[in-house]
């Protein structure tokens, strides 16, 4: 399934770009604008021709039956959202504390609608497990999907999630009134 994925990428004239950084053996990469499922479908052949075995949390619920299976098989790692007493920042902390490599993929925004305050999740997981972010955009004007640069999170949340919004921004998604507005930055 997979190979076909990644033939019809290209047949498509889709085409991946950007310095995969290969030594960092866990990350969280961020992912954007996310405005539709069609990222999904992008990010994966993109993932596969990078040779990157990235995973991404998905509630468990979803987990189940052969859509389940799927999704398992392309990497996600179930979390149970409703557990009263564990946040998905500390399993996914948690989860990079008991793994030797993890490359974590999410968005952001939380949403495929648009949404101006992002999740920060994604940011106190890369602190918190003491690993950098790397970004990463998809572009449907271009037909792109684009490594970017990677940095430690530092003390600043709030400029390093402007940093990563204004990267971002450089990239249209399927349906650009959802991705990131430059008038937010």
Known sequence: MIKLWVWLFKLLGWKVKGEVPYHIKKCVVVVGPHTSFWDFIVGVPAREIWGLESKYFIKSSLC?????????KLGAIPVERKKK???????????????????????????RSYNPKWKS?????????????????????KKEVVI???????????????TIKTYLSNFIGKHPEKGIQKNEL
Do not use: S, Y
């Not at 564990?86 to 949403?111: C, H, K, M, S, Y």
């Not at 890369?126 to 004007?141: D, L, S």
């Open 85 to 111: 007493d564990t946040r998905l920042v500390d399993q996914a902390i948690e989860q990079f504390n008991e793994r030797e490599e993890l490359i974590i993929a999410v968005t952001p925004e939380g949403t």
């Open 121 to 141: 999740g994604f940011w106190h997981i890369a602190k918190g497990a003491n690993v950098p972010i790397v970004m990463a955009g998809i572009c449907f004007k």
């Open 148 to 162: 970017g640069e990677n940095f430690m999170p530092t003390d600043d949340k709030d400029a390093d999630i402007l």
């Open 64 to 72: 189940k039956g052969l859509l389940g299976k799927v999704l398992l």
